[in-house]
């Protein structure tokens, strides 16, 4: 080794710590030149410190890994600039050099990338930490990892031992959790842990997942049920589910109150699937016209409802520049075929007593009369437009 260069020796040695640092033991305790090599900035720099990772305890002061840790450090190893960062903000309550230390190593390890946005709101820099905690979140790919991660790194604070202070970098001033902080009461004089927007963001965030997302918050307590209830929460949180089983929309539903907790808050998709439910079930109505032409904007479902819907109720006009508008967003015939059985799929699921109840028998009219090429075409995808409206409406009426 003493006879290769010394770029290439160290390449060698940096190899050898790439699982962990324990693999360098032998080098440290052998020659002076092997610890040398052992020991070099470029090799601390890249060696794994996983071992710490997996015990957080081993880089307190009192540990026999303190001096390695140390020369770790010193060489702006991302892993022990993590670490350290945590013993600094969490045991020492000198958040404001942890963070410091975070900014000068990058987002290596991720769980670096969290801890400066956790650093970030509790020294009160908000929208910094909005931006931090968006791009790790994009970067990990994923909620349940990044909860992973964030798990991970609470553990390394608890692994390390923090201390309580009544004063956490001259930003808090409180030394038990107020019972307040979802809520935001104005008479407590107990500050938020997490500023209000941020929790109400977070939970949305969680509620486009889904909307079974929100159950763990409204079982809660009524805090976290208030933040699940929001509307900016309800407004956004994904009901696909109520778009392609309909049913759980149903006024006998255990679904139900929360429906129109979302439909309250002006939620695309509930506006959608009221709008159908009331069209299919109680027959023509302005307002099931009005919920759908509220969704019709942002969903090909609602749009395509909202046409057929029109040209049954006896509007053929205004139903046909919808539909139009429907045409002219869709790539092919196939895939309005797809959308218009969906449709009446949904119309079915919806349905709370037999079909052919001549809900539309008295209000259909298809503009100047009956397309003639319909009557003389058996094949779907073959259909004008015209003719196309005219198939998906007159099923439409027989359904209800």
């Known amino acids: 080794m003493e006879k290769l260069d010394i770029n290439i020796a160290l390449d060698i040695v940096s190899r050898v710590g790439v699982d962990s640092f324990k693999a360098l033991g032998g080098m440290l305790l052998a020659s002076k030149f092997y610890h040398y090599l052992a020991s070099h900035p470029i090799v601390l720099n890249n060696v794994s410190l996983e071992p710490f990772l ?27 600039a993590y670490l350290e960062s945590i013993r600094l903000a969490a045991k020492l309550g000198r958040a404001e050099d942890a963070l410091r230390l975070l900014y000068s190593t ?18 009160g820099f908000y929208q910094e930490s909005l931006a931090t905690i968006d791009g790790f979140v994009l970067s990990i790919g994923s909620f349940r990892e990044a909860d992973a991660i964030g798990s991970t790194v609470f553990r390394h604070i608890m692994q390390i031992g923090p201390v309580k202070l009544r004063s956490h970098a001259n930003t808090w001033h ?34 486009q997942h889904g909307f079974r997302e929100l159950g763990p918050l ?37 679904y139900r109150p929360f429906f129109l907790r979302c439909l309250d808050a002006a939620n695309y998709s509930a506006q959608f699937v009221e709008g159908l439910r009331l069209a299919a079930v109680e027959g023509p109505s302005q307002l099931s016209i009005d919920l759908l032409g509220a969704a019709a904007p942002h969903m090909l479902y609602a749009r395509f409802a909202l046409g057929i819907v029109l040209v049954c109720c006896g509007s053929f006009d205004q139903g046909m520049v919808v539909m139009e508008s429907f045409f002219n ?12 059985e969906m449709f009446l799929h949904q119309v079915t699921l919806l349905m709370l007593r037999l079909p052919r109840s001549g809900r539309y028998d008295n209000t ?21 437009r015209r003719c196309f409206v ?6 439409f009426r027989e359904l209800c």
């Open 54 to 80: 997996a015990d957080a305890s081993l880089i307190n002061e009192d540990s026999i890994y303190r001096p390695f840790f140390r020369l770790c450090l010193d060489s702006l190893n991302p892993t022990a």
């Open 106 to 123: 990058g987002n290596s390890p991720p769980h670096a990338w969290f801890t400066r946005a956790l650093l970030e709101v509790c020294l």
């Open 174 to 207: 409180y030394g038990d959790i107020p019972t307040c902080y979802a809520t935001r009461n104005a008479k407590s004089k107990k500050m938020n842990i997490i500023p209000h927007p941020l929790l109400l963001d977070i939970v949305r965030r969680l509620s």
């Open 218 to 254: 409204i079982a809660a307590g009524p805090e976290s049920m208030a933040l699940a209830f929001d509307e900016t929460v309800l407004a956004d949180v994904d009901i696909d589910e109520f778009v392609f089983t309909p049913q759980l929309a149903h006024t006998g539903s255990v």
């Open 329 to 340: 967003l869709i790539p092919n015939i196939p895939e309005a075929v797809e959308i218009g």
């Open 364 to 384: 259909l009219r298809f503009g100047p009369g009956l397309p003639n090429c319909f009557l003389n075409n058996f094949m779907v995808l073959s259909l004008c």
């Open 390 to 395: 005219f198939m998906y409406a007159t099923r």
